[in-house]
């Protein structure tokens, strides 16, 4: 599968629900950053994506950039918290065939305030 193949459903996976499929394009040691989180492995972040899901009402792709080696994707999130709309970049790192990096960029000021401690 190539780069932007890969990516692509690999979103497209995670934004419908679909977890095992998501889980089986990402690297078992994924290497995930973004503005809440960090992991260090495949199985823990995607436990988390699970449960973010049950907050997001829906996903609007604005654009996205590939090349060999990873892509971007820009994408509005609308979740049910008072956080609202937010504008997230997605940035991976492809090796082997699998998503090996993700670095997740928001404004994580108003979802700190819905996640509970």
């Known amino acids: 599968m190539d780069t ?9 996976a995670w934004t419908n629900g679909d977890f095992a499929t998501a889980r089986s394009l990402l690297a078992d040691d994924l290497d ?24 997001l009402r829906g996903v609007a792709m604005l654009r996205s950039f590939f ?3 990873g892509g971007v994707l820009l994408y509005d999130c609308d ?11 997605e940035f991976f790192t492809v090796s082997n065939n699998r998503i090996s990096e993700i670095r997740l960029v928001f404004d994580a000021t108003e979802l700190r305030k819905a996640i509970p401690d």
């Open 4 to 12: 932007r193949a890969l990516i692509e459903s690999y979103h497209h």
């Open 32 to 55: 995930f950053r973004g503005s809440v989180s960090t992991f260090r492995n495949a199985d823990d972040f995607i436990a988390v994506l699970t449960s973010f899901k049950d907050i």
């Open 67 to 69: 090349d060999d080696n």
């Open 79 to 89: 979740t049910v918290t008072p956080a609202g709309v937010i504008r997230t970049a």
